[in-house]
């Protein structure tokens, strides 16, 4: 009797395996078809239109997410991490903090631009059925955040400066460039994106300069 247990423990644990993962890619699948649903039909797409997006019936998305608002935040998550990918990836190097800047920002509105229904359905909310446990959105903010304090960190540690304001700082230049990318939205985008990036990046650096380390040739152009 043992040794029939010992057998068959090992094909349940595999046909298990295969089922989590078979889940795990279905669920995607919906994320994926949730994204292009939205692209297609705006920010205010349904179940219908979604289900239709993976090919199946919102029997079967209600199969693999208990709500709109598990599916909301699958999306949310996914969208969090293209966009916090795409940030490190444009301000990693060692160049001046302010061309960091310039690159931050710009990746920012160059992402929102680039689909901007999506970027409604995440920010706005017109998904949700029920309250989250978390808000997708400040999490992704926090985030964002979280990685402008730590390159606001590292530049006041290079000036000999205490980096424990980094983290109000960075968290307020981002909070800053999402209001000013939510009305740009909002405005049908009045300006050239490129415009509305230096607009911003001037005004977070007047107040950041003052406090980071000068280049050799800014020293000498004050001297």
């Avoid at 209600?62 to 935040?73: K, N, W």
């Avoid at 540690?157 to 990318?181: F, K």
């Amino acid at each position: 009797m043992s040794n029939v247990n010992t057998e068959t423990a090992p094909r349940r644990d595999r046909r298990s395996s295969r089922w989590d993962e078979h889940r795990r890619a279905r669920r995607e699948q919906i994320v994926d078809a949730t994204v292009a649903a939205v692209g297609r039909c705006g920010a205010g797409v349904g179940m219908e239109e979604i289900a239709a997006e993976a090919g199946t019936s919102k029997t079967v998305v209600y199969r693999h997410f208990a709500d709109r608002s598990e599916l909301y935040v699958a999306v949310c998550a996914r969208v969090a991490g293209q966009l916090t990918g795409r940030l490190r990836a444009a301000t990693r190097g060692t160049g001046h903090p302010r061309e960091v800047l310039t690159a931050a920002v710009e990746t920012y509105l160059a992402f929102i631009e680039a689909d901007p229904e999506l970027y409604r359905f995440v920010v706005a909310h017109p998904f949700l059925d029920r309250p989250v446990d978390a808000d997708p959105v400040s999490t992704l903010s926090d985030l964002v955040g979280d990685q402008a304090a730590t390159l606001v960190a590292a530049a006041l540690r290079q000036a000999g400066r205490d980096p424990a304001a980094a983290a109000p700082w960075g968290h307020g230049v981002v909070g800053m460039v999402r209001s000013a990318a939510d009305w740009w939205l909002r405005a049908d985008r009045p300006m050239p994106r490129a415009d509305l990036a230096t607009h911003l990046t001037d005004l977070a650096w007047a107040g950041l300069s003052g406090l980071l380390p000068r280049t050799p040739s800014e020293t000498e152009e004050t001297s």
